[in-house]
């Protein structure tokens, strides 16, 4: 059993990084209005980690290689459980932002260094096992999230969806001292320090200006400021990846039409498939009364496809051409995501959702386990971890610009159908529609009004949900015929592969 204990390790801390993208959302009309927060509050509370974690994973994992791999590791775990207890003490929601946003640092610290604590703990069929048993804590993280943050919402109280990550994350640093391997840093290498500050302010940059579109408009200075800065920040970072002889992205790789298309995959496929799931969580509490626990076993049909289609076919998949599996996925995650807007209307309950999300679970469940694998298959064999690194931060990234962007026509959907409605201040009632607000609206209508209002609060969310899901069915629809040319019908055959880019062909994360 002693041999197995730097898996349970590597484990436990993937388990809680991954859970915690996931276990806010049916946390957030509590958290609305025990903070008495806005929309666009609440989106930067699920982007500020998600975005830390996508912007700093390929950095933090060339530091990692430095300092060494199990100090880093036990390093993110403390900083991760800090950040949570601030998380869960904060008294306002700037604080709460910005400690979702060291907790996504902590969180790269430990996802940048997995595949290496696994390498260096096991050999040939053992690693195999780790690897399997890894990919399958992975894969539950994306069902028991919205389920164990239903259960401590409900039962006691949305701080202690991050309270829970204290006690797991003493028994991992404990055990990480006792189990994992002894550090041999890497000598000679520096970090990219130019590459990811430049990455990290495009990519808030961009989020911040899609965000703040929602408050401002989108012909805001504000705005167009921030995705100037944005397109500024990602000139810089391709100047200094070029001149860098040891850049944390080889850019001659986006040269490989299979690469680019796989990367395209791994930013939609989160988009596409995940981001819309915060705004259906808002509805089945606010609008239709569910619970925190209700609302998040709505979503268990989408995680269970995925899992068990991921876990009976993965291994099969990996010998076979990458670009129907991974185009054919996407294609059944939009075709899911349209099945959810045409069956969506204003007298829907939640078994409305259960036939899309299960066809979305399937494509999910198709395009993960051979993303990297194609990924990896598509450049040299020394660069297979920067491979599996650069998919990791393009899921993650996905979620981030999911969010922004689905909230975006969510709430100028629900602005629309209550100007139509006859809302004397459309906007402001979107945005609490948007925020969990909903029994507010219909609460503060004139008594005259009350029907009118909730009819109006029914439709307005059924209109917004329709416009988040419509713009994910035609992002994934796209994503998919355009993997369908760029990725390169047979895989390639190795020779000679990176031992990291052997170890993670089996294994993605949901979420």
């Not at 958290?31 to 806005?38: E, I, N, Q």
């Not at 950040?83 to 979702?100: D, F, Q, T």
């Not at 529609?433 to 008594?447: C, D, N, T, Y």
Request: hydrophobic share 55%; glycine share 12%.
């Amino acid at each position: 059993m002693k041999k197995w204990l730097p898996l349970v390790v590597v484990s436990l801390g993937t388990f809680m990084l991954l859970v915690d993208v996931t276990i806010v959302n049916v946390a957030l009309p509590d958290m609305a209005t025990s903070l008495s927060t806005s929309f666009s509050c609440l989106q930067w509370v699920m982007d500020a980690y998600a975005l830390a974690l996508a912007a700093l994973l390929l950095g933090v994992g060339s530091l990692a290689d430095l300092v060494g791999h199990r100090r880093s590791y036990v390093g993110g775990l403390t900083l991760f459980a800090l950040s949570s207890l601030a998380c869960g003490l904060a008294p306002n929601v700037g604080v709460l932002i910005a400690a979702r946003a060291v907790q996504g640092v902590g969180a790269a610290a430990m996802f940048a260094t997995t595949f290496a604590l696994l390498n260096a703990s096991y050999q040939r069929k053992e690693r195999g096992v780790a690897y399997g048993v890894w990919g399958a804590v992975s894969g539950a993280s994306a069902a028991v999230g919205p389920v164990l943050g239903g259960v401590l919402t409900e039962g006691i109280s949305w701080n202690w969806i991050f309270y829970v990550n204290l006690p797991v994350s003493v028994v991992a640093v404990a055990l990480s001292l006792r189990a994992l391997p002894a550090d041999h840093p890497t000598r000679g290498g520096r970090v990219d320090y130019a590459g990811t500050a430049t990455f990290s302010v495009a990519a808030g940059a961009l989020t911040f200006g899609l965000i703040r579109a929602n408050d401002s408009g989108w012909g805001s200075l504000s705005c167009w400021g921030s995705f100037l800065v944005a397109a500024l920040a990602l000139a810089t970072f391709v100047v200094a990846e070029t001149r860098n002889p040891e850049a944390m992205v080889d850019l001659s790789l986006f040269r490989r039409r299979s690469f680019v298309g796989t990367l395209l995959a791994a930013l939609i496929l989160n988009l596409a498939a995940f981001a819309s799931l915060t705004y259906t969580s808002i509805w089945l509490q606010s609008v239709l009364g569910l619970s925190p626990i209700e609302a998040g076993l709505v979503g268990l049909p989408l995680a269970g496809a995925a899992f068990f289609v991921s876990a009976a076919i993965g291994r099969l998949l990996h010998h076979r051409a990458p670009g129907p599996i991974i185009g054919g996925g996407l294609l059944l995650i939009g075709l899911g995501s349209c099945l959810c807007a045409v069956a969506l209307g204003d007298t829907s309950g939640w078994p409305a959702l259960m036939l899309g999300y299960v066809v979305i679970g399937v494509g999910v469940g198709l395009a993960t386990p051979t993303l990297s694998s194609s990924a990896m298959a598509a450049v040299p064999p020394q660069r297979g971890g920067m491979a599996a690194g650069m998919i990791n931060t393009m899921r993650q990234l996905g979620f981030a610009i999911g969010i922004a962007v689905l909230g975006s026509v969510f709430a100028s959907r629900a602005a629309a159908a209550f100007s139509r409605a006859g809302l004397t201040d459309a906007g402001s009632a979107s945005k609490a529609l948007a925020g969990g607000q909903a029994q507010r609206i219909i609460a503060e209508a004139r008594s005259d009004r009350a029907a009118a209002t909730t009819n109006a609060v029914h439709h307005a969310s059924i209109s917004g949900l329709h416009g988040a899901f419509w713009t994910a069915g035609i992002a994934g629809v796209t994503a998919g015929l355009l993997v369908l040319g760029l990725v390169r019908s047979r895989p390639a055959v190795r020779s000679e592969r990176a031992p990291e880019a052997a170890s993670v062909d089996a294994v993605d994360t949901p979420a």
